[in-house]
């Protein structure tokens, strides 16, 4: 008997998500059962909406830092003639899996939708925050790919913190609980800033690497080659939106501007 082949799988995803694509093609391609997509519809916090949230949250500085940061980056990628993978969505019909739109994930409706498709595992790509009441309706787990590594580095933009912690860098599999990137550990790999790679590359690097190595660890796990084990929650901690002058400080460390690119190098690696 095979879990992966023979358990009901749900991949749980955001509209647009290029992630969630990933995950799903990875999914497929690694033998996992899957029954369906389904995507929380609600629009993202973009724009005007979301540098307003994002400012009262973690400081405005660092947050319109932050979206300088983002335009910069997608006017390069724009100049490269750089593309993103298809969204989940499209992946989805292109390999004849259903999409299911919920509102959200946490909803009433939604946590009916998943029921009636009594799924056993969950794969996470590009959803936010999954209450209790989610996570209890897959008997073998959601699992996730987290961008860094745990449990040192828990939260957001937790590359760039290593980095400046002169700490490696990577991405996490773990199984998903009722706290933020806490859940058991199924294997972390490292990963390196390349010489001449800007941050928003290196960090989009590594998104996709973990989105495509999630399934293919889960097979192991699920064949016996892998043990979850327990985060020590005493060790490292939650970060969040870097400030300003620390994004400096890991500049002046990395010796390197910013919006050095270093084009041929990043085409390579995205």
Not at 28 to 45: E, L, Q
Not at 61 to 85: C, K, N, P, Q, W
Not at 116 to 121: C, G
Not at 158 to 166: E, H, I, K, Q, T
Request: charged share 20%; net charge positive.
């Amino acid at each position: 008997m095979s879990v992966v082949k023979d358990s009901k799988t749900i991949i749980l995803s955001s509209r647009g998500s290029e992630l969630g694509g990933i995950v799903l093609a990875s999914a497929v391609k690694s033998g996992f059962r899957v029954s369906c997509v389904v995507i929380d519809s609600t629009p993202a916090r973009g724009g005007v909406r979301r540098v307003l949230f994002m400012g009262r949250h973690c400081g405005w500085s660092a947050t319109l830092y932050r979206a300088g940061e983002i335009l910069a980056f997608r006017a390069v990628l724009r100049r490269m003639s750089i593309r993103h993978g298809p969204p989940v969505d499209v992946v989805a019909a292109a390999l004849g899996v259903r999409v299911l739109n919920v509102e959200d994930h946490n909803s009433p409706e939604a946590l009916a939708v998943i029921a009636a498709e009594q799924p056993e595992i969950g794969l996470m790509g590009g959803v936010r925050i999954l209450k209790p009441a989610v996570i209890r309706l897959f008997p073998q787990g959601i699992y996730g790919a987290h961008p860094g590594l745990l449990p040192n580095y828990r939260g957001n933009y937790v590359s760039r913190w290593a980095l400046l912690n002169g700490d490696p860098i990577g991405y996490t599999i773990y199984r998903v609980n009722d706290r933020l990137d806490a859940g058991p550990i199924i294997k972390a790999v490292l990963d390196e800033m390349r010489p001449g790679m800007a941050l928003c590359f290196m960090e989009e690097r590594i998104i996709k690497n973990a989105g495509e190595a999630l399934a293919p660890i889960l097979v192991e796990y699920f064949n016996g080659a892998l043990t979850a084990i327990p985060q020590d929650l005493s060790q490292g901690k939650t970060y969040k939106l870097m400030p300003v002058r620390k994004v400096f400080e890991l500049h002046r460390k990395l010796s390197h501007s910013h919006f050095r690119f270093f084009v041929e190098t990043s085409r390579r690696e995205l």
